[in-house]
Every structure is written in C-alpha cells, then in structure tokens.
C-alpha cells in the first residue's frame, strides 16, 4: 500500500484539476426576461374626523392686592370741622323738664289668667268633703228605679276662682232621667279653687257620678 501512496495522490490532483476546467469552459445560459408581478394596492378611504372645539377657560380672579403697612409716624390730613358755635341770647330756654313716662300697661298675663281655662295646674282643685260625700246627695228618680236603670253619668265642669262649678255638662249619659240627677248634684259641689304660681284659676274638670240599686233581700 505504502509503494502506490504516491500514484494515487497523483491520479486524484490529476482529476480534480481536469473537473475543474471543465466545469470553468461551460457557457451559463441565462434568461433575460424578467417579469415582477406586483400585488394590487389596498384603497385606503379617508375619512373626515370632526373638530372638537377646544373650551376656552375664563382667566383667574386678579389677585387682591397686598395691604400697605403704614407708619405710625406718618399724620393724616386733618379735616376742617365748622361748627355753628352762635348763641341766640334772646331765645327762651325750655325748663319744663323731660316727659313724663307713660302709665304702666296692665299685666297681660294677669288678665290672661282670668280668661284662661286651665286643664292641668300646679293645684289642682279638690273636692271639700269628698266624692262620698257628694254620692249621698243623690236622689236616685222612682221611675229608673222602677226601671231597674243604673250606670255612671260622666260631667265636664269648671272650677271657678271662687271654687263654685260652672257650666256642667252631662259627656257620657245613661239616661235622660239619671243625667239630670247627676247635673243637680254636681251643682252642689263645692272645691278648693286650682291656684296657677299661688293665683286662683279657672281650671276645667270632669267627675263621675255613679247610680246603683241596692239589692233586694
């Protein structure tokens, strides 16, 4: 192997140098048309954007301006004041005095409580002798108790300054006989007058009245 090195390096430089040439003595044909097909372009449509119109800011308020420091030392001009200082000597001179001061008004809120009717006051009126009392002067009519009627008569009153009762007047009846029983009692009534700030007042009240049969044996 070793001897036939050398021929066989020779016979490859050999035919590599004859590829070689050939391949440089060939004629490249080449075509010269050329053709470049370009693409159609997109249309691109344009459209009209409105204009926004801009707000136009007012400009800012002006600043106050800076007060002035003045100096103590600096004087002001001085005004000239003219005062009449003439005196007529002939002129009366009024010794009369002031006014009088007008008469003190009456206390309103006196003469309100004279016309006022009070529903609730300080000191309420109390009945001299008590409701029991009062119960005994009942004379109950014949014909209701025949009837067998019975029942309570509710009165609205009032309590004068003197503690006399004025206008009663029957709000709850049970019969006609009975409520004019109840109204003549109720007139006998006799109370210790309301007092409003330690005045007596007119003060407004109401008070049953109560009828009933005694049982029979």
Same mark, same amino acid.
């Given at each position: =192997?070793?001897?036939? /090195?050398?021929?066989?390096?020779? &016979?490859?430089?050999?035919?590599?140098?004859? &590829?070689?040439?050939?391949?440089?003595?060939?004629?490249?044909?080449?075509?010269?048309?050329?053709?470049?097909?370009?693409?159609?372009?997109?249309?691109?449509?344009?459209?009209?954007?409105?204009?926004?119109?801009?707000?136009? *800011?007012?400009?800012?308020?002006? !600043? #106050?301006?800076?007060?002035?420091?003045?100096?103590?030392?600096?004087?002001?001009? $001085? +005004?000239?004041?003219?005062?009449?200082?003439?005196?007529?000597?002939?002129?009366?001179?009024?010794?009369?005095?002031?006014?009088? #001061?007008?008469?003190?008004?009456?206390? +309103?809120?006196?003469?309100? /409580? +004279?016309?006022?009717?009070?529903?609730?006051?300080?000191?309420?009126?109390?009945?001299?002798?008590?409701?029991?009392?009062?119960?005994?002067?009942?004379?109950?009519?014949?014909?209701?108790?025949?009837?067998?009627?019975?029942?309570?008569?509710?009165?609205?009153?009032?309590?004068?300054?003197?503690?006399?009762?004025?206008?009663?007047?029957?709000? !709850?009846?049970?019969?006609?006989?009975?409520?004019? +029983?109840?109204? !003549?009692?109720? !007139?006998?009534? *006799?109370?210790?007058?309301?007092? $409003?700030?330690?005045?007596?007042?007119?003060?407004?009240?109401? =008070? #049953?009245?109560?009828? *009933?049969? *005694?049982?029979?044996?």
């Amino acid at each position: =192997m070793k001897s036939q /090195y050398g021929t066989t390096l020779q &016979i490859g430089f050999v035919l590599a140098l004859s &590829i070689l040439l050939g391949l440089t003595a060939l004629r490249f044909e080449t075509d010269d048309t050329f053709e470049v097909a370009l693409s159609e372009q997109d249309v691109v449509v344009m459209e009209e954007v409105a204009q926004t119109e801009q707000e136009i *800011k007012a400009p800012p308020p002006p !600043r #106050p301006a800076a007060p002035v420091e003045v100096a103590n030392d600096v004087v002001l001009e $001085q +005004e000239t004041l003219d005062f009449d200082a003439t005196l007529d000597l002939n002129e009366s001179l009024d010794l009369s005095g002031p006014p009088e #001061p007008p008469a003190p008004e009456p206390n +309103e809120e006196e003469e309100t /409580y +004279e016309e006022e009717i009070f529903v609730v006051v300080e000191d309420q009126p109390e009945l001299i002798g008590g409701l029991a009392e009062l119960q005994k002067e009942i004379k109950y009519p014949n014909l209701a108790q025949k009837a067998g009627i019975e029942g309570r008569v509710f009165v609205q009153f009032v309590v004068n300054e003197n503690g006399d009762v004025v206008n009663p007047t029957v709000i !709850r009846g049970r019969h006609p006989l009975l409520d004019a +029983e109840a109204l !003549r009692v109720i !007139r006998l009534a *006799k109370f210790e007058p309301g007092r $409003q700030r330690g005045k007596a007042v007119k003060v407004q009240l109401a =008070m #049953p009245v109560t009828f *009933k049969l *005694k049982d029979k044996k």
